[in-house]
């Protein structure tokens, strides 16, 4: 099924990774990027840059446009919806503009450019990769925003892979764990001043310190982009695939009861804090 892939998000990490991985299996990839800056690095790796704000759909409408021009009567066999920004601190004082703008990237901004790439995948029989987490499937504190946009597309993933099965068009979900990117630079950057002189101070310290500790020791982005390339060429690929160092230790956290998690966590951070 080779033709032509879009990948949102491709400037650097995980998508980085994906546009160089799917370019050595032969797709034509066109990686999106937010800046002129970030076009230079995916035309070394023979990736076609496109300017592209999934939150702006005028600016979807004109980089869909190029997209044709670049492809040139390729068939769209994928889109790659990667593009995606995090969201940290106590739900109780994180601003709701803060929230507003991780559902926007995240969640609506999917929706807008999946929309307007749907009518040529249907035409290519191709495939929409969503790249959720392991956030979307197990809610973990101090990330709410993050982990509220990746459980919604875990299920917008689902509901469209039903609405689009009479049209050849699979949605495959991938779930990355931690994974090695420049990221972790910006978590240990984390400002906490808003957190100061309340109850959360101390414990958001420590939850930023252990996930960039377990960041830094995560896997290398190559592993999600290894998952990226089986959900666009494997026959019948399952509907989600975890990116996670031990998948025993993942399906055993998600099976636990709720409250089981809840004194877990109370434990780990909440008594350790005190």
């Known amino acids: 099924m080779i ?41 070394a790796n023979d990736v076609l840059p ?118 050849g068009v699979d949605v495959v979900v991938v779930e990355p764990g931690s994974v090695r990117t420049p990221i972790w630079d910006k978590v240990a950057a984390l400002d906490i001043a808003a957190v100061r002189g309340t109850a959360y101070e101390r414990v958001l310290e420590d939850f930023r310190d252990a996930a960039v500790r377990g960041g830094k020791r995560g896997l290398p982005p190559t592993r999600v982009a290894d998952a990226v390339v089986s959900a666009l060429t494997l026959a019948r690929p399952p509907a989600r695939i975890p990116v996670v160092r031990s998948r025993t230790r993942t399906i055993v956290t998600r099976l636990l009861p709720d409250r089981w998690l809840d004194r877990i966590v109370a434990r780990r951070l909440w008594r350790r804090a005190q």
């Open 3 to 43: 033709g032509g892939v879009v990948v949102t998000g491709a400037s650097s990490g995980i998508g980085a990774a994906i546009v160089r991985a799917l370019r050595a299996r032969g797709f034509t990839v066109i990686g999106t990027v937010r800046r002129d800056d970030d076009k230079a690095a995916l035309e």
């Open 50 to 167: 496109v300017i592209m704000d999934v939150t702006d759909v005028s600016s979807i409408a004109r980089a869909m446009r190029i997209v044709d021009q670049l492809l040139s009567g390729t068939p769209l066999v994928g889109l790659v919806n990667n593009a995606g920004i995090a969201g940290a601190g106590p739900l109780e004082l994180v601003p709701l503009d803060d929230v507003r703008r991780v559902l926007e990237v995240n969640v609506l901004g999917v929706i807008a450019v999946t929309q307007a790439f749907l009518p040529r995948l249907k035409r290519g029989h191709g495939r929409v990769i969503n790249i959720s987490s392991i956030s979307g499937r197990i809610a973990f504190p101090f990330i709410g925003p993050y982990v509220a946009s990746k459980f919604a597309l875990e299920g917008l993933s689902d509901s469209w892979r039903r609405e689009l099965l009479p049209f």
